[in-house]
């Protein structure tokens, strides 16, 4: 049978944008409402309590267009979403409604504000939330580059904003990030190398490069390697060999021959069959000498005080009387 891959397809031109997501209405949901309850709790941290009692009104209106029932529990500290309420689950027509509710609340437990986080229950807007703890080891490094990434008075931050289109924010141990899947995917880049101890410039510079490139239409179809930046990773180090080289001994398959006892020792001395008492007294000879070489060191050093200089010839006394007269008649 021959392929019809390559015949004709009249309603296929140019002007449709195949990678375009068409809003879910409730005609494209053919199965009806949803059969099962499903519902997701998130925790939030005490100082967030004040902002979402005061935003908590306008999360729940959003979420009521979507058949979607929120809860804030204030004496446990929690959200939750649910579709178990019988009235909202008849109305919900979206099954990944309840997705975007729990990313929702998990943006607003991570300090994201609340207009922010409710782009989220948009179809062409997603959501990501980065561990960036479990990352860096060390607590100083880990603080460092978090640094890093913030920038001075938040400029790196806003510059990452407006390359990827996205709403970064940095909270504790978590980078949240809304926006488009490829936004989100550079975000997550940027976020993975900073923590790797590469600076977010370098990415900084090569997004601004790909985004002028994009305008172009000729390049549209050509590759852009020739054109991104190239970082080589230098060495601090000029050092070429180490310090120390070990030599390598040459290898023998027999073991190195043992090193001699006390007793062997002994043996060779000629000290192991003497008695107990003459050892002592043979020890107490050696210390004596020792005792008496020492005695006569520090008389010699002491009577060097008393030794006369030598005393100059009487040429050279002549020769110095002259020099005194010669300074004073001058």
Sequence with gaps: MPSTNNAPKPWDTDDIDKWKIEPFKPSDNVGGTLSEESSFIVLFPKYR???????WPGVTKALKNLGI??????VNGSMEVKTANVALTKKTWDPAAILKARDLVKLLARSVP???????????????????RNLVNNKEKFVKRRQRLL?????????????????IQVQGNTVSAIGGYKGLKEVRRVVEDTMANIHPIYQIKELMVKRELAKDPLLKNESWDRFLPNYKKRSLSKRLKPHRISEKKPYTPFPPAAEPSKVDLQLEAGEYHIGRDAKKRIAQEE????????????????????????????????KKKRKAKALDEE
Excluded: S
Excluded at 49 to 55: G, H, I, K, S
Excluded at 289 to 311: H, S, T
């Design 151 to 167: 920038g001075p008075n938040a400029a790196t931050l806003k510059a990452l904003q407006l390359l990827t289109g996205t709403y």
């Design 287 to 318: 210390r004596m000498e020792k005792q008496k070489l020492k005695k006569e060191e520090k008389k010699r050093e002491r009577e060097k005080d008393f030794i006369a200089p030598d005393e100059p010839v009487d040429g050279e006394r002549k």
């Design 49 to 55: 309590e004040v902002y979402l009692r005061e935003a």
């Design 114 to 132: 609340a207009p922010e986080a409710l782009r989220v229950l948009q179809d062409d807007v997603a959501a990501d939330v980065i561990k960036i």
């Design 69 to 74: 029932a929120c809860t804030l529990d204030l």
